[in-house]
């Protein structure tokens, strides 16, 4: 089945509204301060003088495309300000903005609560830790390419298996038991996984390690945990192995899916394909972690859900306390920006994510006020 992605039922109306509204100002612009500005982009504050200056990110490439969508929509009502952001992988992102080599870092798993007590960050004040902001939500899609078959489904543990290794051809019985009248050819499996620190692969080894555990004996990790199946670079890799690879299978941001056959799963017979619905839903539903700071955002996943099951949620990673102001204020309009009505909306029509539920994108904007 041909993957297609569909944001909830009032996206159009809200993406009417925003285009509308994009014409009115009331997105974070050059005369809106972000520190008034609600999700929504309202505000009652004087106009000030235009923002200029740039600023940098480094992150996951599963935030690329919307990364690419909400760098122009903001540029275009600030066009004194530049926005570049390179789409290195989740891991990369965390360690450019420990080193001081980004203002700001894109990543598919939050900072740890230990990775913030060791670390101190290069771009924030002394005595300030990072906080992590989600702003992307989407699930994860499994992608193959087997000719003659378009429709798939998969059980958790044969999953695990296939990406384990344990199951190395397409008509394994495994396989065959959830797909009833499916013509499975004779022909290799070439499972493909990120080669780099990912948190798509984290999010991905979460699902396995919980739905799976007989089988996928390895703990959730952003690397590969097993010598088996191959690697590939960033999601592109991913999505160029697969796409060259007659018989493989491999995992993606769902934006990236498009051109692709896309498998369904579930359990107990009940097959789910990914749907931004269902993956909006688990968020919503799913508690911010225990012992975590004011203002940091790491979302606890529920795993058992009804309906797809594998999610990522991507956080825009900030200081609390910016040592340069001017950083923090450039920092504070562009992530308003992003968790706004016009930015989320602009996203899942360009990238089919999951805008943000309205409490939810309430109380991100309250965590983006509060950076200084």
């Known amino acids: 089945m041909k993957i297609r992605l569909t944001a909830a039922l009032g996206l159009s109306a809200a993406l009417m509204l925003s285009a509308c509204a994009a014409n009115e100002s009331t997105a974070p612009t050059a005369d809106t301060p972000a520190a008034t500005t609600s999700a929504a982009g309202a505000s009652d504050a004087p106009a000030q003088e235009p923002i200029s200056g740039t600023i940098s990110g480094i992150g996951a490439s599963a935030q690329e495309v919307a990364q690419q969508t909400w760098i122009a929509g903001f540029q275009t009502a600030n066009e004194a300000v530049t926005v570049n952001y390179a789409a290195e992988g989740s891991g990369a992102g965390r360690e450019a903005f420990i080193g001081g080599g980004a203002d700001f870092a894109g990543s598919d798993r939050a900072f740890k609560i230990d990775e913030l007590e060791e670390n101190s960050f290069g771009k924030c004040a002394a005595d300030s830790k990072a906080i992590n902001l989600p702003v992307y939500i989407s699930p994860i899609a499994v992608i193959f390419n087997v000719e003659g078959v378009e429709?798939?489904?998969l059980?958790?543990?044969?999953?695990?298996g296939i990406f384990k290794g344990d199951i190395t051809n397409w008509n394994d019985q495994a396989i065959a038991a959830?797909?009833?009248?499916?013509?499975?050819?004779?022909l290799t499996i070439t499972a493909v996984h990120r080669?780099?620190?990912?948190?798509?692969?984290e999010n991905f080894t979460d699902y396995l390690a919980s739905a799976a555990p007989d089988v996928w004996d390895a703990e959730k990790s952003g690397d590969w945990p097993y010598q088996t199946g191959e690697g590939a670079g960033q999601t592109q890799g991913v999505v160029a192995a697969v796409s060259g690879g007659v018989g493989a299978i491999g995992y993606v941001d769902a934006s990236q899916a498009e051109q692709f056959s896309v498998a369904k799963l579930g359990k107990d017979g009940s097959f789910h394909g990914p749907t931004?619905?269902?993956?909006?839903a688990i968020v919503e539903n799913s508690p911010v972690e225990e012992g975590r700071a004011d203002n940091d955002m790491a979302i606890a996943l529920d795993r058992e859900a009804e309906g797809y099951p594998i999610v990522l949620v991507s956080y825009l990673i900030t200081c609390q306390d910016y040592e340069d102001d001017a950083v923090a204020d450039l920092v504070k309009s562009y992530a308003s920006y992003i968790v706004s009505d016009e930015g989320?909306?602009?996203a899942a029509e360009r990238a089919g994510s999951a805008p943000l539920s309205a409490s939810l994108s309430e109380t991100v904007q309250a965590a983006i006020d509060s950076i200084q």
Not at 178 to 184: I, P, R
Not at 195 to 201: F, L, P, R, V
């Open 344 to 346: 989320q909306s602009a």
């Open 195 to 201: 080669s780099d620190t990912s948190g798509t692969t």
């Open 155 to 160: 059980d958790a543990a044969t999953l695990a």
């Open 178 to 186: 959830t797909n009833e009248g499916v013509t499975l050819p004779d």
């Open 151 to 153: 429709e798939l489904n």
């Open 276 to 280: 931004t619905e269902s993956a909006a």
